[in-house]
């Protein structure tokens, strides 16, 4: 009998892969009410558990009861500028949340979990992409101090999920709005959905104890202002471009790899796999401090706090 576990389950990722998970037993967390009742009406044969996994001995009595054989982790803030605003709520949930599932299912004897990363954790330049280096990290250290199979995978710019500039293009062409693009330069990968719930089951099965790192190969980056334009011309529409400037914690280009990192092919077509280099010395100490500090701290202070821990996991 297999039970799997997903956290985040009502947001968009978890609710996909909610969605194409077989198993004997399936239980979706999520702190938010009308997402996860959402996600149970398509998954009705699913378990619904109302909790939020930064409470740490919540969670863990979770864990302890369904005792999982695998947990899917999608449970995150996501948004780069809110996060830039709201910084140690991006610190409590990203890193604080990820500790919380690690020690919960190191206690309850879970073999093999997944965390849900970004691009945006390479070369971190925004305070969400620095707290999700950190949990990458933390997944690797508990991986090489467990033996077990726990494991990332880093996403692109997942099409049609919520946020997705896509949906906000189509949003603004239906209000009669001008497509508002931050800078004429500006690109990003993307994947679809399916291809993001595909690589957190490809790397459920391929995962190892090592802490890997599983990223999908995208051929190339895809301009912003050519994707605004392809969009409005599919809607029958002349294309009026807003130009309005980089917002808080963004850059031109993401990249999928560090420049340390060393991809490897995988045995799924189009997957490659990072091996982690193995985690530093006093790595969730360093998480743990920022954890208690992060709600006295303004961004640039927060910020600092963050960087010296993912350049030290580096």
């Known amino acids: 009998m297999t039970t799997v576990l997903v956290t985040g389950a009502g947001g968009s990722i978890g609710s996909a892969l909610s969605q194409r998970i077989t198993a004997d037993r399936l239980v979706l967390v999520d702190r938010a009410e009308s997402p996860l009742y959402d996600v149970g009406l398509e998954v009705p044969s699913a378990e619904l ?58 206690a309850a004897g879970v073999p093999r979990l997944v965390l849900v990363s970004t691009d945006k954790a390479v070369d971190p330049a925004s305070v969400m992409g620095a707290t999700k280096r950190v949990a990458e990290w933390l997944v690797a250290a508990r991986a090489k101090a467990t033996g077990r199979a726990y494991v990332s995978v880093r996403f692109s710019n997942v099409i049609g999920t919520a946020g997705s500039v896509i949906l906000l293009f189509r949003y603004q062409l ?3 709005q001008p497509l508002t693009v931050t800078h004429p330069e500006m690109t990003r990968y993307f994947m679809s959905l399916d291809q993001a719930t595909s690589l957190i089951l490809e790397a459920g099965e391929l995962a190892t104890g090592r802490g890997d790192i599983f990223v999908r190969l995208i051929d190339e980056p895809v301009r912003i202002d050519d994707l605004a ?55 969730e100490e360093a998480a743990v401090r920022l954890l208690t500090t992060a709600d006295e ?18």
């Open 297 to 314: 701290l303004i961004r640039d202070e927060l910020f600092g706090l963050l960087t010296p821990v993912v350049e030290v996991a580096a």
């Open 229 to 283: 334009r392809q969009i409005a011309r599919q809607e029958g529409v002349e294309p009026v471009i807003e130009y309005i400037g980089l917002r808080p914690g963004e850059r031109l280009h993401e990249r999928l790899f560090h420049d340390y990192e060393d991809p490897q092919p995988t045995t799924s077509e189009r997957v490659s796999v990072v091996r982690a280099v193995g985690a530093p010395d006093g790595l």
């Open 49 to 106: 558990t109302l909790c939020d996994i930064t409470d740490r001995e919540r969670t863990r009595r979770l864990f302890e009861r369904v005792k999982p054989d695998i947990v899917y982790h999608a449970a995150a803030y996501k948004h780069v500028p809110l996060m830039e605003a709201h910084p140690s709520e991006a610190v409590r949930v990203n890193i604080g949340g990820t500790l919380s599932v690690l020690d919960a299912a190191e």
């Open 174 to 176: 239906a209000h009669g």
